[in-house]
Every structure is written in structure tokens, then in C-alpha cells.
């Protein structure tokens, strides 16, 4: 592995890396309360610097149909944007735009990954692309746009 997540844990001090069962030595992040209790979603950094998402689905991710709620597919889509973006942002994002499509149903049990790629990085807007498997078995395709946010100093008056 390179030294890229040591030095990403140290910046974001919000950053769980489990220390045992299926996911140990994935991270996750602790300050999304929503992610958090709908996940517990995870990633990696391989050693060629892509980075791999994953969870297992439980029952709490279900819908009355036994497969996995679209929803959750698209929260933890949503979360692995910007696992995927982590080195290009060096700060706080915010999702502009997110589109979906449904390909195929997972279950409990399941193992779901997410790849992705960024498709155009400029000034404050990432566009990236993604897709959601099983397996080989793709789930759920996305691409999406997080734009760069900076970070409001806390003694700044509002000039208005």
C-alpha cells in the first residue's frame, strides 16, 4: 500500500479505520451521522491508488421486497464519491448533481462494491462516474458533480 492513507487519517481526524472482522484496515468516515447509520459503509486504497467501497448488506437495507432499498444504493453511491474523489478535494464538498440507474437487485448477504473514476477535476467541480456491484454482476450505475466548498472562517461578519 502507499503511504496516501496514513497521510489522508492524519488530515481528517472524522476518519475509522477497522481493526478487525471483514473490513479491517478499511476506512470509514464517523462525522456523516446519515452514512453512518445507514451503513456502515467502506473503502480502501489499492496499491495502484484506485480506491475500492464496500459494505454488506444487511437487513436495515432492505426494502418490502427483500432486496436492497434504491436508496441505499444511492446513499452509499453518494458515499463513495467522494472516497473516490478524497485526494483531489483536500477539503470539505458538497453533491450538485447525482444521476442513477437501476440495473439489478441485491440481497442480504450480499457483498457490494462500488469503482469509480474522476471523469474532469477543474477549479470547485469534480465530475466523476461510477457502478455498483455484486460480484461481476453490476447493480446500479451513477455519475455525478461535487463541487469544493470553502470553509467559512468563524469570526466572519456578514457584510450585509
Same mark, same amino acid.
Given at each position: 500500500?502507499?503511504? $496516501?492513507?496514513?497521510?489522508?487519517?492524519?488530515?481528517? *481526524?472524522?476518519?475509522?479505520?477497522?481493526?478487525? =472482522? !471483514? #473490513?479491517?484496515?478499511?476506512?470509514?468516515?464517523?462525522?456523516?451521522?446519515?452514512?453512518?447509520?445507514?451503513?456502515?459503509?467502506?473503502?480502501?486504497?489499492?496499491?495502484?491508488?484506485?480506491?475500492?467501497?464496500?459494505?454488506?448488506?444487511?437487513?436495515?437495507?432492505?426494502?418490502?421486497?427483500?432486496?436492497?432499498?434504491?436508496?441505499?444504493?444511492?446513499?452509499?453511491?453518494?458515499?463513495?464519491?467522494? $472516497?473516490?474523489?478524497?485526494?483531489?478535494?483536500?477539503? *470539505?464538498?458538497?453533491?450538485?448533481?447525482?444521476? =442513477? !440507474? #437501476?440495473?439489478?437487485?441485491?440481497?442480504?448477504?450480499?457483498?457490494?462494491?462500488?469503482?469509480?473514476?474522476?471523469?474532469?477535476?477543474?477549479?470547485?467541480?469534480?465530475?466523476?462516474?461510477?457502478?455498483?456491484?455484486?460480484?461481476?454482476?453490476?447493480?446500479?450505475?451513477?455519475?455525478?458533480?461535487?463541487?469544493?466548498?470553502?470553509?467559512?472562517?468563524?469570526?466572519?461578519?456578514?457584510?450585509?
Amino acid at each position: 500500500m502507499t503511504d $496516501a492513507p496514513s497521510t489522508m487519517a492524519t488530515r481528517r *481526524p472524522d476518519i475509522f479505520i477497522a481493526t478487525e =472482522g !471483514e #473490513f479491517a484496515g478499511w476506512r470509514t468516515w464517523t462525522r456523516d451521522t446519515f452514512e453512518s447509520s445507514n451503513g456502515p459503509f467502506w473503502h480502501k486504497i489499492e496499491d495502484d491508488g484506485r480506491v475500492r467501497c464496500a459494505f454488506r448488506v444487511e437487513q436495515k437495507h432492505l426494502n418490502g421486497m427483500r432486496a436492497v432499498h434504491g436508496g441505499c444504493y444511492m446513499t452509499f453511491a453518494d458515499y463513495s464519491l467522494f $472516497a473516490i474523489a478524497s485526494r483531489e478535494l483536500q477539503g *470539505p464538498a458538497v453533491t450538485v448533481s447525482f444521476s =442513477g !440507474e #437501476f440495473l439489478d437487485a441485491a440481497h442480504q448477504g450480499d457483498l457490494i462494491e462500488a469503482k469509480g473514476e474522476i471523469t474532469r477535476a477543474g477549479g470547485s467541480l469534480i465530475f466523476l462516474r461510477g457502478m455498483l456491484y455484486c460480484g461481476e454482476r453490476p447493480l446500479f450505475s451513477f455519475s455525478a458533480t461535487i463541487k469544493r466548498v470553502k470553509r467559512k472562517s468563524p469570526d466572519a461578519t456578514d457584510a450585509h
